[in-house]
């Protein structure tokens, strides 16, 4: 694993990266992107924390005592518990979730990782997700992959994947409603 440098910009960028580099040097960076990957995933999963986050009515002191509380319930600790109330103490807890993909980011550029978000209109079956992640290891390099798969019936068929900032629109509804431009442009 290298230290990654220079892939994240901006205010959410430069926060990402001090951490990074903390986590680096006291060799916790899977620790740190463990722990902010289940704040994001409680972020997204409770409208109250959504709130408490994005809200400007919250003094700095009122979202340090309530992240107080929800961290230790996660059992979010160390440097990923630190961070966030930086963030809060500093009226930043508002971008903590670019924050987090940022952290995401460098983590992934160090191990070699690429992400990709893949819809499909039905389940994959083993074999058929097996053969995609292959596929889209090829297409980045020879990098490992890591396919989050979203099942999304109204894209009706194929499939739209987004490989870092590459995206491709394969599914069925995207080319039925090009035929259907098209025949109005004809008639």
């Known amino acids: 694993m290298a230290k990654e440098q220079t892939i994240v910009s901006g205010m ?7 951490l990074y580099d903390l986590a680096w040097d006291n060799k916790a960076t899977e620790k740190v992107a463990g722990d902010l990957k289940a704040f ?36 979010v600790s160390g440097l990923a518990a630190n961070f966030i109330r930086l963030t809060a103490t500093k009226r930043r807890l508002f971008a903590i979730e670019a924050m987090i993909a940022d952290f995401q980011k460098l983590n992934d ?8 978000k893949v819809t499909v209109a039905s389940p994959l079956a083993p ?17 490992s992959v890591d396919v ?40």
């Open 12 to 18: 959410t960028g430069r926060y990402a990266q001090a």
């Open 40 to 75: 994001a995933a409680a972020i997204a999963g409770s409208e109250d924390l959504r709130c408490l986050v994005r809200s400007p009515v919250f003094t700095a002191e009122q979202q340090t005592k309530a992240l107080d509380a929800i961290l230790a319930k996660m059992d």
């Open 109 to 116: 550029a160090a191990k070699g990782v690429t992400r990709a």
């Open 127 to 143: 074999q058929h997700l097996e053969a995609l992640t292959s596929a889209l290891a090829q297409i980045s390099g020879g990098k």
């Open 148 to 187: 989050d798969v979203k099942v999304d019936p109204a894209i009706i068929g194929g499939l739209v994947v987004q490989l870092g900032s590459r995206m491709v629109d394969g599914s069925l509804r995207t080319k039925l409603n090009a035929i259907r431009t098209k025949m109005k442009e004809v008639g």
